[in-house]
């Protein structure tokens, strides 16, 4: 079992939808946790964190975080084509410590037109 | 600057060549790491720096990898003996403090090396 698990896509919505992105994480001790975009062909862009339990929404990104579950998601409201891109779930598995982060694999998002 | 920096962007080295990896972190930054990123993959965790300090370099594959950043700025990430299963994309991120689980990690352009 992968520390990290991501559907690796692609996951196909149209435009105006909402884009639905999700991770699992094995380690419950886990505290941290980070959403980064990728273009191809470029790096990772920080997209959001959050910390506890709940939502927190920053525009039309929303990221939930359920811990007893191990769970953490990304939701894109009205997502538009320059959402297109590769998701990164990121976790930081060490709690106190430098924070090394331990990525999924990403999920590949298509925004139709 | 304004973000991390990496230089070269490209790197082509035949199988065996030594090659070294430039990471220029926002000014600042205390923390720094190396992620190497295969294709259709994740990154994957290297090595770590606290200023000059090398905390951690569990991640780092083969004795033939060394990373070192002796002013507490720029870092330099070494291959020795390149092998094909090394090419990748090698990307440097920083972090402004120290300990702290909870710091933002800034990502450069990343270095995409080819080993023939």
């Known amino acids: 079992q992968k520390e990290v698990e991501q559907n690796s896509g692609p996951l196909s919505v149209p435009e105006g939808a909402i884009a639905s992105l999700n991770c699992t994480y094995s380690?419950?001790?886990?505290?941290?946790f980070f959403w980064y975009r990728q273009y191809s062909g470029k790096s990772p862009e920080l997209i959001m964190f959050i910390y506890s339990n709940g939502d927190k929404e920053d525009g039309r990104f929303t990221a939930q975080l359920n811990k007893a579950s191990q769970y953490v998601s990304l939701l894109i409201r009205d997502s538009q084509p320059s959402d297109s891109a590769t998701y990164l779930c990121?976790?930081?598995?060490?709690?106190?410590?430098?924070?090394?982060?331990?990525f999924g694999t990403g999920t590949r998002l298509q925004v139709t037109l | 600057g304004a973000g991390v920096s990496q230089s070269p962007r490209y790197k082509v080295a035949k199988r065996g060549q030594d090659v070294a990896l430039r990471c220029d972190p926002i000014s600042g930054h205390v923390s720094l790491f190396w992620y190497q990123q295969a294709l259709g993959q994740g990154p994957e965790f290297l090595t770590y720096?606290?200023?000059?300090?090398?905390?951690?370099k569990s991640g780092l594959p083969s004795d033939r990898f060394f990373a070192e950043r002796p002013e507490g700025s720029v870092s330099t990430l070494k291959i020795q003996r390149t092998q094909q299963e090394d090419s990748a994309v090698y990307l440097c991120?920083?972090?402004?403090?120290?300990?702290?689980?909870?710091?933002?990690?800034?990502f450069g352009p990343g270095t995409r090396l080819l080993v023939l």
């Open positions: 990121a976790v930081n598995m060490n709690p106190g410590t430098a924070s090394k982060l331990t």
């Open positions: 380690d419950r001790g886990s505290q941290s």
């Open positions: 720096f606290q200023n000059e300090a090398q905390l951690d």
């Open positions: 991120a920083s972090s402004l403090g120290g300990q702290g689980s909870s710091e933002t990690q800034y």
